[in-house]
């Protein structure tokens, strides 16, 4: 990170973080027994008693354990335990587990094993890890991404964020077997994922036995040619993590390629980042989520590049925060949520699901930026 630009809003970085530590403390407590996806009325929801292998419940206890290493407030390390007790009933079932497992607990069990040495969450994280390695198409070339009937040979960009587990299995246990495959998978990403320009397609529908690309799928963006901005932001986080553990230059210049886009595209929306870059600009959807996201993306590449791409990043990094904290941030500590404004998918045939609403993964990235930019150098990932 460019450190003069860290040291002229050293105070807004300090007050953010007092802020979100006294909001999220509280929160802590008082949700202790659930896993939130979204709220209502500042209220969260509990989607680990609905589906306690659904996608995104390991961001909440990822979070509690984030502002654990940031404050040593065993209250967090008290919540994140909890959460990882809940999740553990999504083991149970072996058609619950899809190529999520790196969202769903690499960033619980993993950080649990990582921080505090516990083997339980060690050995949780490996079957993890055996589980998404059983979903790579040997003959494709790719991991798969869902369960349902016809999407057996779909990839998606999102899939990126869960090569870390892979990577960290392989050190873990000094068997190359399953970074091979997560070099494999991100290699396919870099041809058939990323466009020139630096967008992203989400979904690609491939042969199941030659990889070959039948179709691009608009997923959760505006078009099959558009570039849905959370897709956008696994790609820069997702690619700059897979160098960070391989050193592949190749993978680097595909972090930089799709950061470049972000942060000319996220410049013309004053750094509220849109759900679709290429979307009409009216109405306008906005996704706080895909923001904060790009934002820990990017810093985590300042550590990769020249003095001069660092100071662009971070830049960019920072404004992207200031407007979450401005204009989408909610500190009042007996709301539940923090970082309104997110957005599941782009709005498609008159259906507006989860449309600016609070969701969990918006709050766990804008706690890791924040832990970032005060200097923590654990990486969850």
């Not at 979904?203 to 959370?230: A, F, N, P």
């Not at 996220?266 to 509220?272: G, L, M, N, P």
Request: glycine share 6%; charged share 25%; with cysteine.
């Amino acid at each position: 990170m460019d450190q003069d630009i860290i040291n002229n809003n050293k105070e807004w970085i300090d007050e953010v973080w007092r802020k979100l530590d006294k909001k999220l403390s509280a929160a802590a407590v008082r949700n202790r027994g659930i896993i939130p996806y979204t709220s209502n009325e500042g209220c969260y929801d509990n989607r680990g008693a609905a589906n306690p292998a659904w996608w995104s419940n390991g961001f909440w206890g990822g979070m509690m354990w984030l502002m654990y290493t940031g404050t040593e407030n065993e209250e967090y390390k008290k919540t994140a335990l909890a959460s990882e007790q809940i999740i553990d009933e999504g083991l149970k079932s072996f058609k619950l587990l899809d190529h999520d497992a790196g969202f769903l607990r690499h960033i619980v069990s993993g950080a649990n094993y990582r921080i505090t040495g516990d083997e339980a969450a060690y050995s949780k994280a490996l079957y993890a890890a055996a589980s998404l390695a059983s979903r790579f198409n040997v003959d494709g070339g790719y991991i798969r991404a869902w369960n349902s009937e016809g999407s057996e040979g779909w990839s998606i960009i999102d899939c990126m964020m869960n090569l870390p587990l892979l990577y960290w299995a392989s050190e873990e246990i000094g068997d190359p077997r399953f970074k091979r495959i997560a070099i494999r998978h991100a290699d396919m990403v870099l041809r058939h994922h990323i466009r020139a320009d630096g967008s992203v397609n989400h979904i690609v529908v491939h042969d199941t036995e030659t990889g070959e690309v039948l179709s691009i799928k608009r997923g959760q963006g505006y078009s099959e040619c558009s570039c849905w901005s959370r897709g956008l932001a696994w790609a820069i986080y997702g690619m700059t993590l897979s160098y960070k553990y391989t050193n592949n230059e190749e993978y680097l210049a595909a972090a930089v390629k799709t950061a470049n886009y972000f942060a000319a595209n996220a410049a013309a929306y004053d750094y509220k980042t849109p759900v679709d870059f290429r979307a009409p600009r009216e109405p306008a959807y906005y996704d706080s989520s895909a923001g904060v996201c790009s934002a820990c993306a990017l810093l985590e590449l300042t550590k990769y590049v020249s003095d001069a791409e660092a100071y662009v990043y971070t830049d960019a990094a920072v404004k992207v925060l200031k407007a979450t904290d401005k204009y989408f941030c909610n500190y009042d500590p007996d709301w539940d949520s923090v970082v309104q404004m997110a957005t599941e998918r782009y709005p498609a045939d008159g259906v507006m699901r989860w449309v600016h609403v609070h969701l969990i993964y918006a709050d766990f990235f804008f706690a890791e930026a924040m832990n970032k930019l005060r200097g923590n150098k654990f990486c969850i990932w």
